[in-house]
């Protein structure tokens, strides 16, 4: 009898960047499509995001992005971490490729002065 493999899943290297570009889209430095989804409770705001190769619109204008809830850009930090463009800490839980499927789950840290 033919043993089966277990699929294991590939730990992706993080992007370096991610930037809005239209309302729950985010781009890498690789021009890859990433899609928010948050997820809030009383005590944390996660983010999950998933690349999905998707069509892209026009870029937000600065109109649009006044009361965007999620940071503009992340920059990936030391520590398995990304600062976003409001200056919040947001730790990477995980960031796993399975079955060609890439998400990567974001939380943010409580800020400092808190």
Do not use: C
Request: no cysteine.
């Amino acid at each position: 009898m033919a043993e089966m493999q277990a699929y294991r899943p590939e730990t992706p290297e993080d992007p370096d960047r991610l930037w809005i570009w239209e309302r729950h889209v985010y781009l890498d430095e690789n021009k890859r499509s990433w899609l928010p989804i948050t997820l809030k409770t009383s005590e944390n705001f996660q983010v999950l995001l998933r690349q999905a190769d998707i069509p892209l619109g026009l870029p937000m204008s600065p109109k649009d992005l006044q009361a965007y809830e999620l940071p503009l850009m992340w920059q990936l930090y030391p520590g398995k971490k990304y600062r976003g463009s409001d200056s919040m800490l947001w730790q990477i839980l995980y960031h796993i490729k399975f079955r060609g499927v890439e998400d990567m789950l974001l939380e943010r840290l409580p800020s400092e002065d808190q």
